[in-house]
T-cell receptor, first 114, second 113 residues
Framework: DAGVTQSPTHLIKTRGQQVTLRCSPK?????VSWYQQALGQGPQFIFQ???????QRGNFPDRFSGHQFPNYSSELNVNALLLGDSALYLC?????????????FGPGTRLLVL | DAKTTQPTSMDCAEGRAANLPCNHS???????VYWYRQIHSQGPQYIIH???NNETNEMASLIITEDRKSSTLILPHATLRDTAVYYC??????????????FGSGTQLTVLP
């Protein structure tokens, strides 16, 4: 049973560029949440997708956008990259939009913005 | 979701039980207590969760006080691979409501040989 997978594992971009990160949820899961984790801090919630719609959003600017596909996989897009966007980006999957469902995390994508 | 308070760091001898406390004095009746851990540079790993009763699985035990204002995660026989940051999170469990996990700073557990 495959767990949550993310690609790529590492990425280097320069300021002003755009980046797309990808996530495949755990088998049987249909909800994907994205988190940003800066160095030395806990993960911060970006947004959550269920039934191909953004259901909830954290305190992140519109430069951060996402998409969920019919197979439940998801993409996180960040436009006009800033140095402060350098972080570990984590994807978590769960079953259904119910708040009681456990979220399982992928290994993350390490983004470095130069 | 209620806020949690955890010690910044703890040490534990290898083979001994690691007891990680968490204070959540403002927890509501419909909030679960979740524990995750994060080994350096990896994604957080789910450990256990509970509402009122004590819970046990193959990884750990969760002891929740009767008033639900605090809990303790117990790793019965800590190994060096249990060295990680442990996060205690309280989270509403309402059907139909999309609820994110709100992470605090967690407890850095170091298991010493």
């Amino acid at each position: 049973d495959a767990g949550v997978t993310q690609s790529p594992t590492h990425l280097i971009k320069t300021r002003g560029q755009q980046v797309t990160l990808r996530c495949s949820p755990k088998s049987g899961h249909d909800t994907v949440s994205w988190y940003q984790q800066a160095l030395g801090q806990g993960p911060q919630f970006i947004f959550q997708y269920y039934e191909e719609e953004e259901r909830q959003r954290g305190n992140f600017p519109d430069r951060f956008s996402g998409h969920q596909f019919p197979n439940y996989s998801s993409e996180l897009n960040v436009n006009a990259l800033l140095l402060g966007d350098s972080a570990l980006y984590l994807c978590a999957s769960s079953s259904g939009v119910s708040g009681g469902k456990t979220q399982y995390f992928g290994p993350g994508t390490r983004l470095l913005v130069l | 979701d209620a806020k949690t308070t955890q010690p910044t760091s703890m040490d534990c001898a290898e083979g001994r039980a690691a007891n990680l406390p968490c204070n959540h004095s403002t927890i509501s009746g419909n909030e679960y207590v979740y524990w995750y851990r994060q080994i350096h540079s990896q994604g957080p790993q789910y450990i256990i969760h509970g509402l009122k009763n004590n819970e046990t699985n193959e990884m750990a035990s969760l002891i929740i006080t009767e008033d639900r204002k605090s809990s303790t995660l117990i790793l019965p026989h800590a190994t060096l691979r249990d060295t990680a940051v442990y996060y205690c999170i309280v989270r509403v469990a309402e059907s139909g409501s999309a609820r994110q996990l709100t992470f605090g700073s967690g407890t850095q557990l170091t298991v010493l040989p």
